[in-house]
């Protein structure tokens, strides 16, 4: 009756439905909560210019978003908001169906928020979570790091004081730094002074607050020097606007884009929660995330906001800070909100800043010696890596669409590896001795039975075979019914057959195949 008892307990707390009762809440989260709301709000300013929506739609995507994920989040630490990567996914998702800043433009951008997040939640309602790591390593590498890239690129103008050309965003950015008698000096100072001082800071400890510092500096500099280049603008007073009055009919081209960032945007989630996880020696369970971030992002849709993420920074910050439970992201939320009604204090800041800030985020994203790396251990892989790379660069702004090919060629790789099974064969007197080593199933079973045939014809004198299957990774039915039919036409032959060492996960099917085997063959185990 205990153990009953205590298997209902466990399936309660695995349940991704289940919002209650919430873990109660530590001081501690109180004071990362806080503390992680002070950088949130600057990085959400910079990540809504990455989207290509007005400034205050990234505070938007910050307040409502990290309250809704507080509810069901498996990890305690996880923090969530606007993050660089989801940003540029929906940027490129975006970016060709309306002109960005308007309001139809940020109507749809609400719109795939609502589709990220109402696609999110169907994984996890169907305990479908292990899809998170559908990305393989290689192709993950070279996407982040094309993505980074081009990241950087779109903030060049803005970094350096220079007017967009509108002539696609790598063109601009080749553009830009071609052409220095653009360049507004003064904003590229305070840019790169932005960018180096988050990055020394944050070498010193993720507590520094180097993103805070940024923007009280920025601002200073604004407000005391007379600071006349671009500065964010007016910013809207109040609390984001709830609505679903959206421009729906144009939901289905945003379908894929959206099933690509549920997916792809759910990685930078699963490495925070996963290496805590570690860490902490705790659980985490991947649906329950997911059922979180499709509330966040069904929050950030109705709120006026954009696709939002797990942004591992604020999540280190949060982490180091003192949180104990997942209520420290709904006080970095509710923190927000109070923000909002004094958002006015931030439209004098300059854009320098926001484009230093995003640089000196993905900075440490851009991985070209890991590329490097893939290929060292595996070509192949190293090239699937490189694909990704050069196809995210020349397809952007639609990197969705380069995720889906370097997916798909990660796919075809494995299968054109799958097709393979190496067959050693050595023969001593009258005995050959096939070992083939592999995943034997319906593609590859037709060399193996090639093989045989062939080693056969090239050794008329043997007269005995023995298939050694220790090598064996994985057996399904037609492998297993291609070494029946290959025993019975060696028997036909004059052959006698035996089998040796069948692994332990293979014997189940290998009994069922050959339950009716004739006595002259030999079953031999070790």
């Known amino acids: 009756m205990r153990d009953r008892h205590k298997r209902q307990r466990r399936s309660a707390a695995d349940d991704p439905a289940r919002l209650f009762p919430p873990p109660r809440p530590r001081a501690g989260d109180l004071v990362a909560g806080v503390g992680v709301a002070f950088i949130l709000i600057p990085q959400a300013l910079a990540y809504a210019d990455i989207v290509g929506v007005p400034a205050a739609h990234g505070l938007f995507a910050s307040a409502l978003p990290p309250i809704a994920a507080a509810l069901v989040a498996s990890s305690p630490y996880l923090q969530t908001g606007p993050v660089a990567m989801t940003a540029f996914l929906a940027f490129g998702a975006l ?66 004081g220079s007017a967009a050309q509108d002539s696609g965003l790598v063109q601009d950015a080749a553009w830009v730094l071609a052409h220095p008698a653009s360049w507004d000096w003064p904003t590229g100072a305070i840019a790169a002074a932005s960018a180096a001082l988050l990055l020394v800071t944050r070498r010193i400890s993720p507590l520094v607050p180097g993103v805070v510092l940024a923007v009280g500096l920025g601002l200073a500099w604004s407000h005391l020097a007379g600071f006349d280049g671009a500065v964010v603008g007016d910013l809207p007073s109040g609390l984001p606007p709830l609505s679903l009055s959206l421009p729906w009919s144009r939901a289905g081209e945003l379908l894929l884009p959206g099933v690509v960032i549920a997916l792809v945007g759910f990685a930078e989630p699963v490495a925070i929660a996963l290496a805590y996880a570690a860490q902490d020696r705790s659980r985490w369970d991947a649906n329950r995330e997911f059922v979180g971030q499709g509330l966040a992002n ?6 006026g906001g954009f696709p939002v993420g797990g942004s591992f920074g604020r999540s280190a910050v949060n982490r180091l800070s003192g949180a104990k439970t997942r209520w420290s ?24 800043v926001l484009a230093g800030i995003v640089i000196a985020a993905v900075v440490p994203l851009v991985r070209l010696g890991r590329i490097v790396g893939i290929a060292r251990y595996s070509p192949v892989q190293g090239a699937v890596a490189a694909t990704t790379f050069v196809l995210t660069i020349a397809l952007a702004p639609r990197i969705d669409e380069a995720v889906l090919l370097g997916i798909g060629l990660g796919i075809v790789v494995h299968l054109v590896r799958e097709l393979r099974v190496d067959v050693a064969a050595t023969v001593d007197g009258e005995t050959l001795r096939i070992a083939p080593a ?68 293979a014997r189940r099917i290998v009994d069922r195949v050959w339950h009716d085997r004739p006595r002259h063959l030999r079953w031999w185990r070790r």
């Open 298 to 303: 069904l929050a950030a849709g109705i709120s």
């Open 329 to 352: 992201g709904a006080v970095t939320g509710a923190t927000v909100l109070a923000f909002l009604p004094m958002a006015s204090v931030l439209d004098e800041l300059p854009r320098a």
């Open 95 to 160: 970016g060709s169906l309306a002109e960005p800043g308007s309001p139809e433009y940020v109507g749809l951008a609400a719109v795939l928020a609502l589709l990220v997040g109402a696609i999110r939640l169907v994984i996890g309602f169907a305990g479908l979570g292990a899809v998170s790591y559908f990305m393989s390593r290689p192709v993950l590498t070279g996407f982040t790091s094309a993505a980074a890239l081009l990241i950087i690129a779109s903030q060049l103008p803005a970094a350096l």
């Open 438 to 505: 592999g995943v034997l199933y319906f593609g590859s079973a037709v060399q193996l039975s090639e093989r045989l045939l062939d080693l056969i014809a090239e050794h008329p004198d043997v007269r005995r075979v023995v298939f050694d299957l220790e090598g064996i990774g994985r057996l399904d039915y037609t492998g297993a019914m291609t070494l029946k039919g290959l025993g019975d036409d060696a028997r036909r032959a004059g052959l006698d057959v035996e089998v040796a060492r069948v692994p332990p996960a």
